[in-house]
């Protein structure tokens, strides 16, 4: 599809881009509180199309190059790294280091999942 981008590389672009649309439909609402929540559903659904139009071509592109259970440990590793982010920078809430030890403990789960044992 994108031919300038390498194979194994471009699920993980388009995950990661979807990831950002999904993380501010499901918790960027939470910065404005005094929106009605019918409204904050409104747009969080929108804001989800997007997610979806990089999330299912991201997996049907990376089933070519992974398998099912790598994509998804990829999607939840990436999942942390953009709600991390997210929720220093957008929200304010800092990370502590159980946040951290946490994480850690998930990256090194994922990392199984990767070996050809």
Do not use: D
């Amino acid at each position: 599809m994108f031919g300038f981008i390498p194979p194994a590389l471009t699920p993980i672009l388009m995950l990661f881009a979807s990831n950002v649309f999904m993380t501010f439909a499901w918790y960027g609402h939470l910065k404005h509180k005094s929106t009605p929540l019918l409204i904050a559903i409104l747009v969080s659904w929108g804001i989800a199309l997007f997610e979806y139009c990089l999330a299912v071509p991201a997996n049907r592109l990376g089933s070519a190059v992974y398998s099912t259970a790598e994509l998804k440990t990829m999607q939840e590793v990436i999942t942390l790294l953009v709600f991390a982010g997210f929720s220093v920078l957008w929200l304010k809430e800092p990370l502590g280091w159980n946040h951290l030890v946490g994480f850690a403990f998930i990256a090194l789960g994922a990392w199984f999942i990767f070996q050809k044992w």
